[in-house]
């Protein structure tokens, strides 16, 4: 595709999309064009799950568990995305406590983040008794 071309594609993108500032923003700010998808590697058919990346074949049921890591790997960057790491939370705030019949509810707001500016609501449901028991956590926007 040559530049007009991915160009043009950009604006039917923005066409059919519906708008986002951020994005919008983005766009602005860097320029950046659509990928020439011709360009791109294809495949059209799965890959052969018994090759490894560097194209040697698994040969045993040893060598299973290094190449499942890799099909796992790919997956989570192309598929699934990853978790960003848990946040430390800097205070957990009481916001009411009831008694129920057998449990406790608690709604807490958690703070976390650059100047504690994260915010995330949570009801813990703690079962009556000495325990150990576990306790249910939700998260919650109704409290």
């Known amino acids: 595709m040559s530049t ?3 160009q043009e594609y950009l604006q039917k993108l923005q066409q059919i999309l519906p708008s986002d500032p951020y994005f919008d923003a983005w766009l602005k700010n860097t320029g950046t064009l659509p990928p020439d998808f011709n360009a791109l590697f294809r495949q059209n058919s799965l890959p ?18 290094a190449r499942r890591e890799e099909i796992e790997s790919l997956s989570q960057k192309y598929v699934w995305g990853t978790f ?12 009411d406590e009831r008694h129920e019949d057998g449990y406790t509810v608690r709604n ?16 813990v449901i703690i079962p009556d008794g000495s325990g150990p028991f576990p306790a249910l956590i939700a998260n919650t926007t109704v409290l």
């Open 48 to 65: 052969d799950p018994l090759k490894f990346l560097n194209g040697r074949t698994v040969r045993t049921a040893a060598e299973w568990p």
């Open 84 to 95: 960003p790491p848990k946040p430390k939370i800097d205070r957990a705030i009481m916001l």
């Open 4 to 6: 007009q071309d991915r």
């Open 108 to 123: 807490l707001r958690l703070e976390f983040g650059p100047e504690s500016k994260g915010t995330m609501r949570v009801r």
